[in-house]
């Protein structure tokens, strides 16, 4: 079956400006969780849903960043103001509920970069 | 935090020939997974283990858990050019995975 997608799969914007990924799960996966790598790191914990509600936001990295998942299936990460920082590959994986010690399948990434 | 920490960082093999990488930690690790990512792809799970002593293998691929459960390596016999990626260790609490920094691998043909 279809794996994980995020669109767009590569984002050019400039500071300042406000941008959204987008992640598609896998079917029937109830948890999600995004990761954002930077250049020569391994991935890091940003925010993990189960279901519609945010489990845990703890590694978000400061208020200019927020993600929604309305319907339980399709996320949303959306960063505002963005900061030359900003610039990583932000990935999303998903498992099928959460459960402890569960496979987590990851997509392609969107990789963004703030100029 | 909870960190793991990864050896080498880079590793530049012949073909053929073996390769090993360590995933260490100050604290014990409920489990231990590890992922494989191609140049310009994404992590793509291996295997995960739980059980102290454990040793699983793949094909040519041989990972263990340390006794005390705060190692772990992976090793690959026999490299090829196929093996070429960075090779990361992540802790799993519950849902939430920690990853080290990983291993690059590169592969003369």
């Known amino acids: 079956g279809a794996g994980v997608s995020q669109t767009p799969s590569n984002k050019v914007t400039e500071k300042g400006k406000y941008v959204e990924l987008r992640c598609d799960p896998i079917?029937?996966?109830?948890?999600l969780y995004w990761y954002r790598q930077s250049l020569g790191q391994g991935p890091e914990f940003l925010i993990y849903?189960?279901?519609?509600?945010?489990?845990?936001d703890s590694g978000l990295p400061n208020d200019r960043f927020f993600a929604v998942r309305p319907e339980g299936s399709v996320s949303t990460l959306k960063i505002q103001r963005t900061e030359r920082g900003d610039s990583a590959v932000y990935l999303c994986a998903s498992s099928l509920d959460g459960g402890a010690w569960e496979t987590q399948y990851f997509g392609p990434g969107t990789r963004l970069l703030v100029l | 935090g909870q960190q793991v920490m990864q050896i080498p960082q880079y590793q530049h093999v012949q073909e053929g020939e073996d390769f090993t990488t360590y995933c260490n930690s100050s604290?014990?690790?409920?489990?231990i997974q590890w992922y494989k990512q191609r140049p310009g792809g994404h992590p793509v799970f291996l295997i995960q283990?739980?059980?102290?002593?454990e040793v699983k293998k793949q094909k040519r691929l041989t990972f263990q858990f340390g006794e005390a459960k705060k190692n772990s390596s992976l090793h690959i016999t026999a490299t090829q050019t196929t093996d070429v990626g960075t090779y990361f260790c992540?802790?799993?609490?519950?849902?939430?995975?920690?990853f080290g920094k990983g291993t690059l691998l590169t592969v003369n043909p």
């Open positions: 604290t014990t690790l409920s489990n």
């Open positions: 849903f189960q279901g519609t509600g945010a489990a845990d």
């Open positions: 283990l739980v059980k102290s002593g």
């Open positions: 992540a802790r799993g609490s519950n849902y939430k995975l920690t």
């Open positions: 079917s029937g996966h109830t948890a």
